[in-house]
């Protein structure tokens, strides 16, 4: 409403204008009867050419202009006009006036200016001129309802008798510019002494169709079958087809030195063959073009641009139907207005600061292309006013999210940002409706972790120590669980609870829980001496992984509750961290999880086991990095071939080659002792699964 308040009292006209004039560089292209209208153009190149050649200085001879009409004529132009106002007798005698006069009234179709304003010429229609007989049904009526009195002009400057009375048409040149001088739309008509008189462009039509019906009404003038949309002051807005000379044109030396070479009997040039082609049955127009004549008007198409050129652009508009019209002004303040409820919907849904930015910029964008999409349907779609009410809704609607919802996502942030993940966090923020108990399925990778022998460790130093281990330990896989995109469950002591695929699904949540088990060892790895050297004994940590469907979610009482994770899935995870102690390894992961793993990692086959609480057997593995697996690739097929032969209850064999690797495995020392176990006492029903009795 504000940006619609500043758009009626005209505050934005000037900054709208200049979008226009954007809009018209950028699209302006040839209508469908460019080609049917030339210009002869009156430039310093003819001017400096008279003076060479003919010796001819300025103000030429209205002789000149008589043999430019007979040529005109003899090249059978369609229509002739001239932007060039003759008011006074002509310094070189009666005869030069004659001269003109003879050869415009050879001419049928020839349309000449007069130039009607409020303080020069005469106040009446002189009775020796031809009383224009132009009518416009409606005008009076339409005079009245608009209140229009800049139509009506009290004074004219006119032609000499013998150019007024030998025109087949006399047209009004005279033309305001918009505020700031630039020629954008022009009046099509204008009254004097009660007899209308068309501007220069609709009379060059005009001439050609004497019997042409005009009829005015609201917001539209129509010329026989062409339609015209006007404003309440007459004015239509024009459609320029391209900078200055769009329109196909010739310099008038050109054309008087082919006329000079008829009178002579000389044959002309192929230049002058080709033009003479080119002008039959065309609207020809001549104007000035010369800077020092000072017929050059600012356009939007350049700064540069004579005013015969406004003139044909009037006439392509009118035989090509395609005037530019105002957009609607009741649409215009709906589509203002839609924008701006729309771009609040937006933003109020899609509240970050980023968002907001993004929603604006594309915001911003949508009300330009709409404007480029009417003026190809040839409507000015004001532009300034939309862009000022979506530009004010962002910022309001960036205040109030920053008074309200920010204050509330803030709150939300600081906290829980010491408890939760930031994408626990950025969910929270996201879906607020999340705070409330209740869950989901899903499937998750799962990550349980303790450090070895911590009860002794602890045992060892006094509370302040050990806090500063953990919060240094901790905060060292926190970080890379994150960069992860795990969340973390709970601490529990020294132990980490952590899973993968919730809140926020993340498609490789198997790879990436292996990736960071594996990361934070190296990580330990990197600590580990320095570690030693203050608490004098090595950290390890053992890693459990399994992958499997819980249930995620805000789990607790109504007043205290913690995201977090049930399952079996999670059960088998707590157990996986455990059976490290059996094999002397320090990650292993579940069936579940290698088969996901699409070898991203190189795993070794450890064992079946059957762990505490648990009666279906699974298979782990041992996950490590292709180069480790490469440095011991021998152990391994060795461990292997081993395991293999376990699995059959061949326990003897299986010995040996444990035996043959102990000391280079940790895991194979466990088998030799496993395998002398069982050949002691063979198991009654093998099926090669490894029962855990303790977790």
Same mark, same amino acid.
């Given at each position: 409403?504000?940006?619609?308040?500043?758009?009626?009292?005209?505050?934005?006209?000037?900054?709208?204008?200049?979008?226009?004039?954007?809009?018209?560089?950028?699209?302006?292209?040839?209508?469908?009867?460019?080609?049917?209208?030339?210009?002869?153009?009156?430039?310093?190149?003819?001017?400096?050419?008279?003076?060479?050649?003919?010796?001819?200085?300025?103000?030429?001879? #209205?002789?000149?202009?008589?043999?430019?009409?007979?040529?005109?004529?003899?090249?059978?132009?369609?229509?002739?006009?001239?932007?060039?106002?003759?008011?006074?007798?002509?310094?070189?005698?009666?005869?030069?006036?004659?001269?003109?006069?003879?050869?415009?009234? *050879?001419?049928?179709?020839?349309?000449?200016?007069?130039?009607?304003?409020?303080?020069?010429?005469?106040?009446?229609?002189?009775?020796?001129?031809?009383?224009?007989?132009?009518?416009?049904?409606?005008?009076?009526?339409?005079?009245?309802?608009?209140?229009?009195?800049?139509?009506?002009?009290?004074?004219?400057?006119?032609?000499?008798?013998?150019?007024?009375?030998?025109?087949?048409?006399?047209?009004?040149?005279?033309?305001?510019?918009?505020?700031?001088?630039?020629?954008?739309?022009?009046?099509?008509?204008?009254?004097?002494?009660?007899?209308?008189?068309?501007?220069?462009?609709?009379?060059?039509?005009?001439?050609?169709?004497?019997?042409?019906?005009?009829?005015?009404?609201?917001?539209?003038?129509? !010329?026989?079958?062409?339609?015209?949309?006007?404003?309440?002051?007459?004015?239509?807005?024009?459609?320029?087809?391209?900078?200055?000379?769009?329109?196909?044109?010739?310099?008038?030396? *050109?054309?008087?030195?082919?006329?000079?070479?008829?009178?002579?009997?000389?044959?002309?040039?192929?230049?002058? &063959?080709?033009?003479?082609?080119?002008?039959?049955?065309?609207?020809?127009?001549?104007?000035?073009?010369?800077?020092?004549?000072?017929?050059?008007?600012?356009?939007?198409?350049?700064?540069?641009?004579?005013?015969?050129?406004?003139?044909?652009?009037?006439?392509?508009?009118?035989? /090509?139907? $395609?005037?530019?019209?105002?957009?609607?002004?009741?649409?215009?303040?709906?589509?203002? @207005?839609?924008?701006?409820?729309?771009?609040?919907?937006?933003?109020?849904?899609?509240?970050?600061?980023?968002?907001?930015?993004?929603?604006?910029?594309?915001?911003?964008?949508?009300?330009?292309?709409?404007?480029?999409? @009417?003026?190809?349907?040839?409507?000015?779609?004001?532009?300034? !006013?939309?862009?000022?009410?979506?530009?004010?809704?962002?910022?309001?609607?960036?205040?109030?999210?920053?008074?309200?919802?920010?204050?509330?996502?803030?709150?939300?942030?600081?906290?829980?940002?010491?408890?939760?993940?930031?994408?626990?966090?950025?969910?929270?923020?996201?879906?607020?409706?999340?705070?409330?108990?209740?869950?989901?399925?899903?499937?998750?990778?799962?990550?349980? /972790?303790?450090?070895?022998?911590?009860?002794?460790?602890?045992?060892?130093?006094?509370?302040?120590?050990?806090?500063?281990?953990?919060?240094?330990?901790?905060?060292?896989?926190?970080?890379?669980?994150?960069?992860?995109?795990?969340?973390?469950?709970?601490?529990?002591?020294?132990? =980490?609870?952590?899973?993968?695929?919730?809140?926020? /699904?993340?498609?490789?949540?198997?790879? #990436?829980?292996?990736?960071?088990?594996?990361?934070?060892?190296?990580?330990?790895?990197?600590?580990?001496?320095?570690?030693?050297?203050?608490?004098?004994?090595? @950290?390890?940590?053992?890693?459990?992984?399994?992958?499997?469907?819980?249930?995620?979610?805000? &789990?607790?009482?109504?007043?205290?509750?913690?995201?977090?994770?049930?399952? $079996?899935?999670?059960?088998?995870?707590?157990?996986?961290?455990?059976?490290?102690?059996?094999?002397?390894?320090?990650?292993?992961?579940?069936? &579940?999880?290698?088969?996901?793993?699409?070898?991203?990692?190189?795993?070794?086959?450890?064992?079946?086991?059957?762990?505490?609480?648990?009666?279906?057997?699974?298979?782990?593995?041992?996950?490590?990095?292709?180069?480790?697996?490469?440095?011991?690739?021998? =152990?391994?097929?060795?461990?292997?071939?081993?395991?293999?032969?376990?699995?059959?209850?061949?326990?003897?064999?299986?010995?040996?080659?444990?035996?043959?690797?102990?000391?280079?495995?940790?895991?194979?020392?466990?088998?030799?002792?496993?395998?002398?176990?069982?050949?002691?006492?063979?198991?009654?029903?093998?099926?090669?699964?490894?029962?855990?009795?303790?977790?």
């Amino acid at each position: 409403m504000i940006a619609l308040l500043i758009w009626a009292v005209g505050w934005l006209e000037i900054w709208e204008a200049k979008t226009w004039d954007w809009r018209v560089l950028f699209l302006a292209r040839p209508g469908k009867a460019t080609e049917d209208i030339r210009l002869i153009l009156l430039d310093q190149k003819s001017l400096d050419w008279a003076a060479e050649e003919w010796g001819l200085p300025w103000p030429w001879p #209205r002789e000149v202009y008589a043999h430019l009409v007979n040529y005109c004529r003899r090249n059978k132009v369609k229509v002739l006009a001239f932007d060039v106002l003759f008011t006074e007798f002509s310094q070189y005698g009666v005869e030069d006036d004659t001269a003109l006069g003879n050869a415009l009234a *050879e001419f049928p179709f020839f349309v000449a200016p007069l130039f009607l304003g409020d303080t020069t010429g005469a106040s009446q229609w002189p009775a020796d001129f031809p009383t224009p007989r132009l009518s416009i049904t409606g005008l009076e009526e339409w005079l009245i309802q608009t209140n229009t009195k800049d139509l009506v002009l009290p004074r004219a400057l006119l032609p000499i008798s013998e150019i007024g009375q030998n025109a087949g048409l006399l047209c009004n040149v005279q033309h305001t510019p918009d505020a700031d001088g630039v020629f954008r739309r022009i009046k099509l008509f204008n009254v004097f002494d009660q007899k209308i008189f068309p501007t220069l462009g609709l009379g060059t039509y005009l001439v050609l169709h004497p019997q042409a019906l005009l009829q005015i009404n609201a917001g539209r003038l129509t !010329v026989d079958d062409h339609q015209i949309p006007i404003d309440q002051h007459g004015n239509v807005i024009l459609q320029y087809r391209g900078p200055e000379r769009t329109h196909p044109s010739y310099s008038v030396a *050109e054309m008087l030195l082919a006329e000079s070479r008829v009178l002579a009997r000389e044959s002309p040039t192929e230049r002058e &063959m080709a033009i003479s082609r080119d002008l039959q049955g065309k609207y020809v127009l001549f104007g000035f073009s010369a800077p020092g004549l000072k017929d050059l008007r600012p356009a939007p198409v350049g700064g540069i641009y004579s005013g015969v050129e406004i003139n044909a652009t009037l006439l392509d508009n009118l035989l /090509s139907d $395609d005037f530019m019209a105002r957009f609607p002004l009741w649409l215009n303040i709906i589509v203002v @207005l839609s924008f701006a409820m729309i771009c609040t919907l937006l933003t109020t849904f899609y509240s970050s600061p980023l968002q907001n930015v993004a929603l604006g910029a594309i915001a911003l964008i949508v009300p330009v292309l709409c404007s480029l999409c @009417l003026y190809r349907l040839n409507f000015w779609l004001p532009l300034v !006013v939309q862009e000022l009410a979506l530009t004010l809704t962002i910022v309001f609607s960036l205040v109030n999210n920053y008074m309200t919802e920010g204050r509330q996502k803030r709150f939300i942030k600081d906290a829980f940002k010491q408890y939760l993940s930031p994408a626990v966090i950025e969910e929270l923020l996201a879906h607020p409706e999340h705070l409330k108990l209740g869950g989901e399925r899903r499937e998750l990778s799962i990550f349980f /972790s303790d450090i070895q022998g911590f009860t002794r460790i602890s045992e060892k130093l006094n509370p302040e120590k050990l806090t500063a281990l953990l919060n240094e330990y901790l905060s060292a896989m926190t970080d890379i669980i994150h960069e992860e995109s795990g969340t973390i469950d709970k601490y529990e002591g020294d132990a =980490i609870i952590a899973f993968w695929n919730a809140p926020l /699904s993340v498609p490789d949540h198997a790879i #990436r829980v292996v990736r960071a088990a594996l990361r934070c060892q190296a990580r330990l790895d990197e600590m580990r001496p320095a570690i030693y050297e203050r608490i004098g004994q090595n @950290l390890y940590m053992r890693v459990g992984i399994n992958t499997g469907p819980a249930v995620v979610g805000n &789990m607790g009482s109504r007043s205290r509750f913690d995201y977090t994770m049930l399952g $079996d899935a999670v059960n088998l995870a707590s157990r996986l961290e455990g059976v490290n102690k059996q094999f002397g390894t320090y990650t292993i992961i579940s069936q &579940m999880t290698n088969d996901l793993l699409n070898d991203a990692f190189a795993v070794r086959e450890l064992a079946r086991v059957a762990v505490v609480g648990r009666q279906e057997p699974v298979t782990v593995y041992e996950p490590m990095t292709w180069e480790t697996y490469h440095s011991q690739k021998q =152990i391994f097929i060795s461990f292997h071939e081993g395991l293999t032969l376990f699995y059959h209850g061949n326990f003897t064999a299986a010995l040996d080659i444990f035996s043959s690797i102990r000391l280079l495995d940790s895991a194979a020392e466990v088998y030799v002792e496993k395998c002398r176990d069982y050949l002691k006492h063979p198991p009654s029903d093998w099926h090669g699964v490894w029962v855990m009795t303790s977790k």
